[in-house]
């Protein structure tokens, strides 16, 4: 994982039965973008600031949010969609899911102040999920025709 080498560290984790970071691996493999998969490497090895530091300068902002939601870091998913102005009621909706999980009621001054004025619509968050994610492949293959275009010349 150190060097980057996906494909051998998933046999190796394979081969001491490690299934978890197996799938782990296999889902950074599947990331739309290589900023993607780089924060998500750096995730695996324990690097989260600079996870969320690389996802934020490469503008993917509902990824950063959805890393610190992975992590139940809520105070810093709410504080990354006020500041971007983006995602507050996918982060409402997860933390509500969360609270529900488990029996408990909302407690968090800024939680309850926000789900004052957001509606939480699950439709409406996976459609926004899946434009986040599609824009991001559709970046990601732009950089890659242009890369390889340039590669040429």
């Given at each position: 994982?150190?060097?980057?080498?996906?494909?051998t560290?998933?046999?190796?984790?394979?081969?001491?039965?490690e299934?978890?970071?197996?799938?782990?691996?296999?889902f950074?493999?599947?990331?739309?973008s290589?900023?993607?998969?780089?924060?998500?490497?750096?995730?695996?090895?324990?690097h989260?600031?600079?996870?969320?530091?690389t996802l934020?300068?490469?503008?993917?902002?509902?990824?950063a949010?959805?890393?610190?939601?992975d992590?139940?870091?809520?105070n810093?998913?709410l504080?990354?969609?006020?500041?971007?102005?983006?995602?507050?009621?996918t982060?409402?909706?997860?933390?509500e899911?969360f609270?529900q999980?488990f029996?408990?009621?909302?407690?968090?001054?800024?939680?309850?102040?926000?789900?004052?004025?957001?509606?939480?619509?699950?439709?409406?968050?996976q459609a926004?999920?899946e434009m986040?994610?599609s824009?991001?492949?559709?970046?990601?293959a732009?950089?890659?025709?242009r890369?390889s275009v340039?590669?040429r010349?």
């Open positions: 994982m150190a060097n980057r080498d996906l494909n560290a998933e046999m190796a984790y394979a081969a001491i039965r299934l978890p970071r197996v799938q782990y691996i296999n950074i493999k599947e990331q739309p290589k900023d993607s998969s780089l924060a998500h490497m750096l995730m695996f090895s324990g989260v600031q600079e996870a969320e530091t934020l300068q490469a503008g993917l902002i509902y990824q949010i959805q890393v610190n939601i992590l139940f870091n809520w810093r998913a504080e990354l969609a006020v500041k971007h102005k983006t995602h507050v009621d982060v409402l909706a997860y933390r899911k609270l999980r029996g408990r009621k909302e407690t968090n001054k800024r939680f309850l102040q926000y789900s004052e004025g957001v509606e939480v619509d699950w439709e409406k968050i926004k999920i986040e994610l824009k991001e492949r559709e970046k990601a732009s950089t890659a025709v890369s340039a590669s010349h």
